[in-house]
């Protein structure tokens, strides 16, 4: 994909610029994505089938461990669907093979994955700490538990926003290593947090909106469905024919597919993101030394005035 990327941008500009590169090669994305997506979306669905059908058996205290298992399986397979996709994108963006790319994405899984395991052990650390700390009583517990993590989950972000550069660094510079993303790189990310803020907040109402839109016929099949499991669980006859369950996986493996063909414009968004930061960036390292050599100057201008 050719792109300038490398120059200073405005929000506006990043948003723009992300859907001429995404409709302009949108034929080559339906091409190289198509079938990842697929899989990805027939994962979800079946994921979200067996997810409703567990809470309705942990109601009525009859929850399979096969169920759990299952579950399990397919998070893991939709996990690796989305490395396969992501990777195809960052393949299109930095002009490498899939095959080279996708070691270094497997390894940046991993890292997130890890980064993930931290993050909720300090939310639920945080969490405990509210309630040990302010000694409520037990009828206030789950409230005050609630506000620890809401407030963990705050702590969380502000710190996590700036991987948003560090992370599209690996992906674009190839010489990168992954550890980099919580270094060097990470503190300029740091030094931009307000532009990646604005630009996440803006990306995140632009994708809920559009997944929203897309996924109503899923969220009324949702709502027909929990509405049945509640008169089932009341004793009454499903009043649904019994086709439910396929037009359901149906609709969400439609809603689903349709959804991840919006992710590409998010990567570029950040893609060219992070081209405007690397930019700033620059400019502000090179007007540091330039300031520092001001200064220097100025010190040995005086230096020579003390000695005369």
């Known amino acids: 994909m050719e792109s300038e990327l490398y120059k200073q941008r405005s929000l506006s500009r990043c948003l723009n610029d992300a859907y001429n590169l995404y409709r302009t090669n949108f034929k080559t994305i339906i091409r190289r994505i198509w079938l990842p997506s697929l899989i990805l979306s027939l994962l979800t669905a079946a994921t979200y089938l067996i997810y409703a059908n567990g809470l309705m058996a942990l109601a009525s205290a009859n929850l399979s461990v096969g169920s759990g298992i299952a579950l399990s399986v397919l998070c893991l397979l939709s996990a690796c669907a989305y490395v396969w996709i992501f990777t195809i994108i960052i393949s299109l963006l930095n002009g490498k093979s899939v095959k080279a790319n996708l070691p270094r994405m497997i390894r940046l899984a991993l890292a997130v994955f890890g980064l993930m395991i931290v993050v909720c052990a300090f939310i639920g650390l945080v969490s405990m700490a509210f309630v040990g700390l302010t000694k409520t009583k037990p009828n206030t517990v789950l409230l005050t538990g609630v506000l620890g993590a809401a407030v963990a989950c705050v702590v969380a972000y502000v710190l996590a926003l700036p991987l948003c550069y560090s992370i599209m660094k690996y992906c674009i510079e190839t010489e990168e290593k992954v550890m980099a993303i919580f270094k060097r790189n990470y503190l300029s990310g740091w030094h931009q947090w307000g532009f990646l803020f604005i630009i996440a907040l803006l990306v995140g109402i632009i994708v809920m909106v559009i997944d ?8 009324i099949l949702s709502i027909a469905s929990g509405m049945r499991h509640v008169s089932m669980m009341e004793g009454d006859s499903p009043v649904v024919p019994s086709t439910f369950g396929l037009l359901t996986f149906l609709t969400a493996t439609a809603c689903t597919f349709v959804m991840v063909f919006v992710r590409p414009w998010v990567v570029f968004v950040f893609y060219y993101a992070y081209g405007c930061i690397d930019e700033k960036e620059k400019a502000r390292l090179a ?21 005369r």
Do not use: I
């Open 287 to 307: 007007l540091r030394k330039v300031d520092v050599k001001e200064t220097a100057s100025k010190d040995r201008a005086m230096d020579f005035e003390e000695v």
């Open 212 to 219: 929203t839109l897309v996924g109503m016929p899923n969220n």
